[in-house]
Each structure stands twice: as C-alpha cells, then as structure tokens.
C-alpha cells in the first residue's frame, strides 16, 4: 500500500499537483484506518511539510495507539521539524511498544547525541 502512494506522489510531484490534497480528495482518504493516516505523514515528509506529517501520525496513534511505526515516523517528523525533545518522546513511545525495534534505537542515539551537543 504504501508503495501505491509513493507512486501517486511521483506522478503528481512530476505533473506538480498538490498530491496530499490528491489523495484526500479521490482516493477515499479519510476513513478511520491508521494505515491511512500512516500514509498520508509519509507524504508530507516527502513534501518536507512536518507540521502536517506530525498531524496525520497523531491521527493514525489515536486510532491505533499501538502504533510503533508511526511513533517512530512521528519523531523522525519533530526532528527535521527541529523539535528534538518531541523527537525523543516519540522515538522512546516506539521502543516501549515494539522493544526489539532496532531502527528506532539507532535513531534515539543518534537524537541523544545531536542533543546534548
């Protein structure tokens, strides 16, 4: 699925049409599905829009608080935002939930460090 929507970024990237509107408008997008919410935060990163991307991973957590991937999307989101402590708070939310989350952990160092610098 999230390939479909990459595809559809591209395409309206490359035609420069607004796809996040794209995509709420005519592909059914506002349902209660955290994929989609999911989904629609990996465009506006894409789109380098973090406020927006923040936005639709908070959706997708309040449907599905279980959520890891979007945690660790959202403070991936916060830090290219510039907001390292929301960052971190995010980043930690995915490790409790998934432990084994090895991607997560890396990206938490890597916040520690750039913060205490």
């Not at 309206?12 to 999911?38: I, P, R, W």
């Not at 999307?73 to 409790?96: L, R, T, V």
Request: aromatic content about 14%.
């Amino acid at each position: 699925m999230k390939t479909f929507f990459n595809i559809i970024v591209a395409i309206f990237v490359l035609a420069s049409m607004d796809s996040c509107a794209f995509l709420k408008e005519h592909t059914g997008f506002g349902g209660n599905k955290a994929e989609q919410y999911y989904n629609l935060g990996d465009v506006y990163v894409q789109h380098k829009d973090y406020r927006n991307a923040v936005k639709s991973y908070q959706k997708a957590i309040s449907i599905n608080p279980d959520y890891a991937a979007a945690y660790y999307e959202m403070g991936i989101a916060y830090d290219k935002w510039g907001n390292i402590p929301s960052a971190i708070e995010a980043i930690n939310k995915a490790i409790e939930l998934k432990s084994d989350y090895t991607e997560a952990r890396a990206y938490l160092q890597m916040l520690t460090e750039k913060q205490n610098k």
